[in-house]
Structures are given as C-alpha cells and as structure tokens.
C-alpha cells in the first residue's frame, strides 16, 4: 500500500514538471549541482537558458538519461545539440521525454541566442510540448516559448536570467489551466581557477520560490567534482565530470528527501573548430 501511494504522487510530479512547463534544467552536470544552472554555459544551456549556449566556434551534441527515484518504469532521456553561427550567434536544438507505461510526455525545442553587445547576450526558445496517454485519447499539443539574458559584469562573474512561458499558454481551455511561467534568476562566480559557485533562485507565480546552491570543484583541469542543494523540493546532489579529448562524461545522484534518490548520465561531444592554415 505505501509502495502504490508513492507510485501516485510520482505520477502527479512527473505530470507537473514535464507536462506543465518542465521547467526543471536538463543535463547530469546541472543535476549535479541541483539544477543551478541559469548562469551556466554548456551544450545544455538550449533547455537551461537559451541565451548561455556557447558561440566560440565548437559544434556540441549530448544526450542525458535519467532514472527518478530507482523506479524500473519512470525514465527520463533528453538529446541537445548547439552550433555557432557566424557574426556572434548560435543555434541549438532539443528533445526531452518521460515515458511511463501508456503515458508519454514530451518536450521538443529550436532555440537562438546572439551577442547584444561584449558583456550582454540574449537567447529565445519556441517549445512544443506533447502528452499522450494511451490509444483511446488524443495527444495533446502545447507551444511556449523561453526567453533569456546572460550578463558578465566581470571576468569571474556570470548573470543569468530566463523566463519560461512569459505567454501564459493554455494547457486546457475549458479548465483556465494554463502551462507554468516560471521565472529564474542564476549567479555563477569563479572563486579560483579550481572552484566555482552557483547559486540561482527559481519562482513558479503559482509555487514558493525555490533556492538553489552548488559548487564545482576541478582537482585537474579535465576532472569536475559538484555538490548542490536546493529548498522545494528538499533534495541533495552530488557529481562527477571527466573529459577525455572531445568526449566529456557526467554522472551525477540526487535525493530527494521525500521520494528518494534518482540518478543521471550524460554524455557530450564537441567537434573543435579547426584552426586556420
């Protein structure tokens, strides 16, 4: 009986953060710093903050899987990919999706960042969103969009700022539900060539705010170790990062204080830009 009660609230979780806006970031190395990622570049940053994909000339493809709370059948995968443009742009793709015996919820995205000015980037996503529950109901098809800033006051200093779904799109018209807009504000500061620290506030207009803190710490230069908490829920996290020429590797644990632990892979490639003969 306790086993089937929990396996109810994670259906009702898992419809809140993936079909109703899945706001929460996506990648192992943002799991492992309990999802602060805001102000963090990187090849996840199409679903994290469009305006933080990277713009220095590498082509970036990574895919991420997630087991949530060491349930056989609640299993999380998502697939990214960036590429620069030239005059200081980039553009970015994604797809995430929970599949849950009859039940599949999904996230496709496009995204486009573009350097405003040296300090100042600016980043949009248009979101397809799909739920189907099994053969005798339609799927359902939302679209939303995400907008981002990502500000570098200083060499060591990086401000991030996202919006997901600034439209207020409907989820049902007959109900007034509507997709959550979710607001999110991130800080990452560099303590030493060795340490960085995050720290991002997140606020649904319908939740409490959600305070979220990480560190990173780099022993060598292509070993990461992190660490994170954060508030709502009450969940710890821990990871690892290796990068092994163009192949980078995460793994990262998280616990939830009330559901469990849920573990996370991610695996990236980036193709280096050629230098010029």
């Given at each position: 009986m306790k086993r089937r009660l929990l396996y109810m609230a994670l259906l009702l979780l898992c419809d809140n953060l993936v079909m109703y806006g899945q706001h929460m970031s996506v990648g192992s190395r943002s799991a492992g710093l309990s999802h602060a990622s805001c102000a963090l570049h990187g090849e996840w940053a199409v679903f994290n903050n469009p305006s933080?994909?990277?713009?220095?000339?590498?082509?970036?493809?990574?895919?991420?899987?997630e087991n949530k709370f060491l349930l056989n059948h609640l299993n999380a995968q998502a697939f990214a990919g960036s590429f620069p443009l030239k005059q200081h742009s980039s553009v970015g793709f994604g797809f995430s999706g929970l599949t849950q015996r009859q039940n599949t919820l999904g996230l496709v995205l496009m995204a486009y960042s573009i350097k405003l000015a040296k300090t100042l980037k600016a980043g949009i996503s248009g979101n397809y969103w799909y739920h189907q529950t099994n053969q005798f109901y339609k799927t359902n098809h939302k679209f939303s969009c995400?907008?981002?800033?990502?500000?570098?006051?200083?060499?060591?200093?990086?401000?991030?700022f996202s919006i997901v779904n600034p439209t207020r799109s409907n989820v049902a018209k007959f109900a007034n539900e509507k997709l959550p807009s979710v607001l999110r504000l991130g800080f990452a500061y560099v303590l030493s060539k060795k340490v960085q620290w995050v720290l991002e506030i997140e606020k649904d207009i319908l939740?409490?705010?959600n305070l979220k803190v990480g560190i990173e710490y780099c022993p060598r230069p292509k070993i990461s170790i992190r660490s994170g908490y954060c508030t709502s829920p009450s969940q710890f996290s821990f990871g690892f990062g290796y990068q092994y020429h163009q192949i980078i590797l995460n793994l990262s644990s998280s616990y939830n204080l009330t559901l469990g632990p849920s573990s996370q892979l991610g695996l990236s490639f980036v193709r280096r830009k050629k230098a010029p003969q």
């Amino acid at each position: 009986m306790k086993r089937r009660l929990l396996y109810m609230a994670l259906l009702l979780l898992c419809d809140n953060l993936v079909m109703y806006g899945q706001h929460m970031s996506v990648g192992s190395r943002s799991a492992g710093l309990s999802h602060a990622s805001c102000a963090l570049h990187g090849e996840w940053a199409v679903f994290n903050n469009p305006s933080a994909m990277p713009m220095e000339g590498n082509i970036r493809l990574s895919v991420f899987v997630e087991n949530k709370f060491l349930l056989n059948h609640l299993n999380a995968q998502a697939f990214a990919g960036s590429f620069p443009l030239k005059q200081h742009s980039s553009v970015g793709f994604g797809f995430s999706g929970l599949t849950q015996r009859q039940n599949t919820l999904g996230l496709v995205l496009m995204a486009y960042s573009i350097k405003l000015a040296k300090t100042l980037k600016a980043g949009i996503s248009g979101n397809y969103w799909y739920h189907q529950t099994n053969q005798f109901y339609k799927t359902n098809h939302k679209f939303s969009c995400t907008v981002g800033l990502l500000f570098e006051p200083a060499n060591n200093l990086v401000i991030g700022f996202s919006i997901v779904n600034p439209t207020r799109s409907n989820v049902a018209k007959f109900a007034n539900e509507k997709l959550p807009s979710v607001l999110r504000l991130g800080f990452a500061y560099v303590l030493s060539k060795k340490v960085q620290w995050v720290l991002e506030i997140e606020k649904d207009i319908l939740m409490k705010p959600n305070l979220k803190v990480g560190i990173e710490y780099c022993p060598r230069p292509k070993i990461s170790i992190r660490s994170g908490y954060c508030t709502s829920p009450s969940q710890f996290s821990f990871g690892f990062g290796y990068q092994y020429h163009q192949i980078i590797l995460n793994l990262s644990s998280s616990y939830n204080l009330t559901l469990g632990p849920s573990s996370q892979l991610g695996l990236s490639f980036v193709r280096r830009k050629k230098a010029p003969q």
